[in-house]
């Protein structure tokens, strides 16, 4: 099981590449917290991107599930570094065994405390691109393209995709 954060989900959206979750051969899933984040939040705001990701609720594309108080929700909740819904993907992720799809540093490194595993919005463009499913010069496309929207990714990580679709176009 995938468990999304707002981030990935945000500007998968603001490019119009929600699709390539389909590409994940596990179940993608939403805390309702997350969906609430972005969606309800993101509609009332007036974003498209909130639009698209409900509309990929909508098709299936992922699930919205909930998030019981479990006790590592309960410690993650009262840590006043992490949102409501960094703590919901990351106590969903431990209780199900899943891995948290999540873009922040501090949540990653509180991830990697609690043992739970974690990927980034550019790990799975570089699946996708891994898998066939889009090739390199899509796949720096699509980078590029988030960074316009103003995702954020630091120039040694830049230059590490870069490298790593390189590799895949070879």
Same mark, same amino acid.
């Given at each position: 099981?995938w468990?999304f954060?707002?981030?990935?989900?945000?500007?998968?959206? +603001?490019?119009?590449?929600l699709?390539? #979750?389909?590409?994940?051969?596990?179940?993608?899933?939403l805390p309702?917290?997350v969906? +609430?984040?972005?969606?309800?939040t993101?509609?009332e705001? @007036?974003?498209?991107?909130?639009?698209?990701?409900?509309?990929s #609720?909508?098709?299936?594309?992922?699930?919205?599930?909930? #998030?019981?108080?479990?006790?590592? %929700?309960?410690?993650?909740?009262?840590?006043s570094?992490?949102? &409501?819904?960094?703590?919901a993907?990351?106590?969903?992720a &431990?209780?199900?065994? @899943?891995?948290? #799809?999540?873009?922040e540093?501090?949540?990653?490194?509180?991830?990697?405390?609690e043992?739970?595993?974690?990927?980034?919005?550019?790990?799975?463009?570089?699946?996708?691109? +891994?898998?066939?499913a889009?090739s390199? &010069?899509?796949a720096?496309?699509?980078i590029?393209?988030?960074?316009?929207?103003?995702? %954020?990714?630091?120039?040694?990580?830049y230059?590490?995709? !870069?490298? +790593? !679709?390189?590799?895949?176009?070879?």
């Amino acid at each position: 099981m995938w468990v999304f954060d707002a981030t990935p989900l945000i500007y998968f959206g +603001k490019v119009s590449q929600l699709s390539l #979750v389909e590409q994940v051969a596990e179940p993608c899933v939403l805390p309702e917290r997350v969906y +609430k984040e972005v969606v309800t939040t993101g509609l009332e705001s @007036g974003y498209p991107d909130a639009r698209r990701i409900e509309r990929s #609720v909508e098709a299936n594309r992922f699930e919205v599930i909930s #998030v019981g108080a479990t006790p590592l %929700y309960s410690r993650l909740h009262g840590n006043s570094n992490l949102s &409501d819904a960094d703590a919901a993907v990351l106590a969903c992720a &431990d209780d199900h065994n @899943g891995v948290a #799809v999540i873009d922040e540093t501090y949540g990653r490194d509180v991830a990697a405390a609690e043992g739970i595993t974690t990927r980034g919005t550019a790990f799975l463009v570089l699946k996708c691109t +891994k898998q066939g499913a889009i090739s390199s &010069d899509d796949a720096r496309t699509i980078i590029d393209a988030m960074i316009d929207e103003g995702w %954020y990714c630091a120039p040694a990580v830049y230059t590490k995709i !870069l490298q +790593k !679709l390189e590799t895949l176009s070879d």
